[in-house]
């Protein structure tokens, strides 16, 4: 006599389901504002004010086209990109793999 084994593994397909769910969803429900006011990223107010003594540093002055394909390392990706293509295209054709398999 052989016995199903369906009904099994859809009660523990639904156990899995139930757990990952609640696992997923409850930290969130469960956050609280004291996470938001102890952030890592907040900063100290002596560093506020270290940061404030400090003048803002000066962009350089970069002339910019607008295109990066312009420039010359725009014209060298695209002149690798070209060659690698051509290449996979080139070996694709030139394969040099002698089995009886293929």
Do not use: W
Not at 24 to 40: K, Q, Y
Not at 44 to 54: F, G, I, K, T, V
Not at 63 to 78: H, I, M, P, Q
């Amino acid at each position: 006599m052989k016995r199903s084994s369906a009904p099994i593994r859809k009660v523990c397909a639904g156990a899995i389901a139930l757990a990952i769910g609640v696992l997923c969803v409850a930290p969130p429900s469960h956050a609280d504002d004291a996470a938001a006011r102890h952030s890592i990223a907040a900063l100290s107010p002596a560093a506020l004010a270290r940061l404030a003594q400090q003048p803002p540093p000066e962009t350089p002055a970069t002339a910019d086209n607008g295109s990066f394909f312009k420039t010359k390392r725009g014209v060298a990706v695209l002149v690798l990109l070209g060659a690698g293509f051509g290449y996979t295209l080139y070996s694709k054709s030139h394969d040099r793999v002698l089995s009886a398999v293929r």
